[in-house]
């Protein structure tokens, strides 16, 4: 059995293999140096210099074997590596989506994981002065409330520092969150508004029509900017370009499974067409149904009826006050829950960062959120 991706999808599919599993399988995880990152760090390092290494963690399962390697493809009943086919009789894949590139612009940096926001911050020291500009350069993108955070978190900065600074947020929804929906839309346009940061919908970038300076929309509206910190288009990793569709994700059926192969094969988080927000919570639930249809199919144990998916992300405000979006999918019936903003609940967003790294290293103090 494979699982590639040490992300909260394949954490939570070996997770759930090795609970229903009852030791029948032998679980290999395929993860670039063997570590698990907290993708959310990277609103900690772009706006706090904090280290990213912090959000880093090598993987220490019990029972599961590590491999420190780069997928190169998908197949059927395996993957390759560096030319050599690995056998699985089964594989669920969750690699989540790769960062695209963006012309090479000195005033404008791209990241959207920890390590690159540190060399985005390097780039661009003064990050905060001036009319500054964060956009998502298209759908879908991992963390949607992530960019809008982030401008608050840029137009705070700048306002304790003394500098002038406006900032502008660019999305290509009609509103902000609208694929969460809920009162999620309204939430971030509130705490943008209270923070004086612009938010621009509907605006669909267009980087060969643009250049340094000024960012344009398919649609021919332009954002001057000073400094800019671009969200990549998030393509479809190399590993998966065998599997069906065309776009950056996977089209998936039930619990993930890719249709047309003879052993089971499963794709589940960012990188699978679900409909669904691309967040930390979701992937996990997903790759518990994946990993249940697993253990069906390789007649292991019954697959249970797929558990109700549940997710939570933070949004950052004015003044060190946080709010967190709990989301939950059961069959058709959405529900969207905002807790705060409180200053307390930054105490919780630290715990989700710890919960993750410590599951990951095989620490175990309760679910990741």
């Given amino acids: 059995m494979i699982v590639v991706g040490a992300g909260f999808g394949g954490l939570g599919a070996v997770a759930r293999l090795l609970e229903r599993g009852g030791g029948a399988l032998e679980v290999t995880l395929i993860a670039p140096g063997r570590r698990a990152t907290y993708l959310a760090g990277t609103l900690d390092v772009t706006l706090n210099g904090t280290d990213p ?4 963690v090598e993987v220490g399962l019990e029972g599961v074997r590590c491999l420190d390697a780069t997928v190169d493809l998908v197949l059927d009943g395996g993957v390759m590596i560096g030319g050599q086919r690995i056998a699985g009789d089964a594989v669920i894949a969750a690699p989540g989506l790769a960062l695209g590139e963006i012309p090479d612009w000195p005033r404008a940096a791209a990241a959207w994981d920890p390590a690159g926001a540190a060399r985005a911050r390097a780039a ?3 990050l905060g002065g001036g009319r500054v500009l964060v ?12 960019p809008f955070a982030l401008a608050i978190g840029l137009a705070e900065r700048g306002r304790l520092a003394g500098r002038e600074t406006h900032v502008v947020v660019a999305t290509p929804e009609p509103l902000p969150l609208a694929g969460v929906g809920g009162e999620a839309p309204e ?10 940061v612009t938010v621009e919908s509907g605006f669909a970038a267009d980087p060969d029509a643009s250049e340094d300076g000024v960012l344009r929309s398919s649609d021919g509206r332009e954002l001057a900017y000073d ?11 190399s590993c998966l370009s065998q599997l069906p569709g065309d776009g950056p994700v996977v089209p998936v059926g039930d619990r993930g499974a890719v249709s047309a192969h003879a052993s089971p094969l499963y794709v589940v988080g960012a990188a699978a067409a679900t409909g669904l927000p691309r967040a930390g919570g979701v992937a996990r639930a997903l790759a518990r149904a994946a990993a249940d249809g697993v253990l069906e199919t390789l007649g292991i144990a019954p697959a249970p009826p797929p558990e109700p998916i549940e997710a939570s992300c933070f949004m950052l405000h004015p003044g060190g006050a946080v709010s967190r979006l709990r989301v939950s999918f059961s069959g058709d019936d959405r529900r969207v829950q905002i807790d705060g903003p409180s200053p307390d609940l930054a105490v919780a967003r630290q715990d989700a960062h710890r919960r993750f790294l410590d599951e990951a290293a095989g620490r175990r103090s309760g679910a990741a959120a």
Avoid: I, K, Q, W
């Avoid at 290494?53 to 880093?56: D, E, P, Q, V």
């Avoid at 939430?187 to 209270?194: H, P, Y």
């Fill in 227 to 237: 400094a800019a910190f671009l969200v990549p288009p998030h393509v479809r990793p």
């Fill in 135 to 146: 956009a998502a350069c298209s759908l879908p993108y991992r963390c949607p409330p992530a």
């Fill in 124 to 126: 661009l020291p003064e």
């Fill in 187 to 196: 939430l971030v346009l509130d705490a943008c508004a209270a923070a004086g």
């Fill in 53 to 56: 290494g912090r959000f880093s």
